[in-house]
């Protein structure tokens, strides 16, 4: 691993070191994850990423926010059935990438036998799934769900199939894995089981 070329300061050092981490993730897993080998690529010191970051857990839950928020955009198309096509797709695009590969890679760490992943990285999933309840909202808004519909239960069954196969069964996932969860979960809704 050589040393990059100096970064400078400010948001570009940031993004940097947030991609030196998923990339490092990717590579060596939770477990062998060192804020030195972070360093190393991203042609920092230590004790810059120290100042940003107190520790490597609370740079490996910023990465990871960083991460699914860069690649799982909520979607707004004026459509909830577009809006869940669309976001099942980027939940698919991204658990195939070697960023998603490398959260889930986290997330799984401690059921595999490894350390336990902090506590705070599980909280870029909470945090994924408020990000896109408006998503549910706006469909209520517009008539098109059930007043009363609970956006998290809705958002939780659409990603709960893709991540199935990719945790459990280990199915390779594809566009038409993301539309067969869309649709359940949008016939679900408007049969007023999130009610």
């Known amino acids: 691993m050589s040393a990059a070329a100096p970064l400078g300061r400010g948001p570009k050092v940031r993004a940097a070191v947030l991609a030196a981490a998923v990339d490092e993730l990717s590579e060596h897993g939770y477990a062998a994850f060192t ?3 972070v360093a ?3 042609g920092v010191h230590k004790t810059t990423i120290y100042r940003r970051w ?3 857990d609370a740079l490996i839950a910023d990465a990871l926010a960083d991460s699914v928020a860069a690649e799982i955009p909520v979607p707004d198309t004026g459509s909830i059935d577009d809006d869940l096509n ?3 797709r ?3 695009a991204w658990i195939s990438s070697p960023s998603g590969r490398a959260v889930l890679s986290v997330m799984v760490a401690d059921t595999a036998g490894q350390p336990s992943p ?3 990285a599980r909280h870029v999933f909470r945090d ?3 990000t896109a309840l408006p998503v549910v909202t706006r469909a209520i808004e ?3 769900l059930p007043p009363g519909t609970d956006p998290a239960e809705l958002i939780k069954t659409l990603v709960a199939p893709i991540y199935f196969r990719v945790l459990i069964t280990g199915e390779t996932v594809d566009d038409r894995t993301a539309a067969a969860a869309a649709a359940v979960a949008v016939t679900a809704a408007r049969a007023g089981l999130f009610t």
Do not use: K
Request: charged share 35%; hydrophobic share 30%.
């Open 35 to 37: 804020v030195d080998n």
């Open 118 to 120: 902090p506590v705070s």
């Open 54 to 56: 107190s520790d490597r």
């Open 128 to 130: 994924r799934i408020r």
């Open 90 to 92: 980027s939940l698919v």
């Open 86 to 88: 669309t976001l099942a």
């Open 142 to 144: 517009r008539g098109e």
């Open 40 to 42: 190393q690529r991203t």
